[in-house]
T-cell receptor, first 116, second 116 residues
């Protein structure tokens, strides 16, 4: 069972370009979470999605950021018109449909975005 | 709303010495508590978690943590440090065992340095 897969691992974008980050959850997981880790900071929650639904986007910046988790395919975090302050590591996590005391969120290895 | 405070952004111990990483939390509901480890350029790996039941939780790599409700603490310990323990450690809290509707709230992390 493959873990949470994120690609690309590293992404370099010029200011003003778009960044697309992809996350394939673990098999059987239908809950996806995106987190951002700024330098010298802990991870900050951005958005929680289930298939075709955004459940909680309270951590998403109001502008330029969007996320989706379509019925088929990976979850996508899209950042439009990137700025230098968007440079960070973006982590995706997934968890199973059924929440119980034995479930946990599994993290991918992250995408490190550098805006130049 | 939840928050996590990790005391000490950097902790240095000698190889073979006791490791103690401090974590205090605040939560308006009974919390689920987690410790994650992050090795350089890697994703987060779950060390251990407290959901319900026994307040002393044992995790991987010889780590353990004790949930103390009266002190709102969840400190991480290991009796004898190994060089391979050098990494970033994150304490996190959630309203749900798998991350919950708004995911995990992380502390800023503690960088553990092991002196030979």
């Amino acid at each position: 069972n493959a873990g949470v897969m994120q690609n690309p691992r590293h992404l370099v974008r010029r200011r003003g370009q778009e960044a697309r980050l992809r996350c394939s959850p673990m098999k059987g997981h239908s809950h996806v979470y995106w987190y951002r880790q700024l330098p010298e900071e802990g991870l900050k929650f951005m958005v929680y999605l289930q298939k075709e639904n955004i459940i909680d986007e309270s951590g998403m910046p109001k502008e330029r950021f969007s996320a989706e988790f379509p019925k088929e395919g990976p979850s996508i975090l899209r950042i439009q018109q990137v700025v230098r302050g968007d440079s960070a590591a973006y982590f995706c996590a997934s968890s199973p449909l059924t929440a119980s005391s034995n479930t946990e969120a599994f993290f991918g290895q992250g995408t490190r975005l550098t805006v130049v | 709303a939840q928050s996590v405070t990790q005391l000490g952004s950097h902790v240095s111990v000698s190889e073979g010495a006791l490791v103690l990483l401090r974590c205090n939390y605040s939560s308006s509901v009974p919390p689920y508590l987690f410790w994650y480890v992050q090795y350089p350029n890697q994703g987060l790996q779950l060390l251990l978690k407290y959901t319900t039941g026994a307040t002393l939780v044992k995790g991987i790599n010889g780590f353990e943590a004790e949930f103390k409700k009266s002190e709102t603490s969840f400190h991480l310990t290991k009796p004898s440090a190994h060089m391979s323990d050098a990494a970033e450690y994150f304490c996190a809290v959630s309203v749900g065992p798998g991350g919950g509707a708004d995911g995990l709230t992380f502390g800023k992390g503690t960088h553990l340095i092991i002196q030979p």
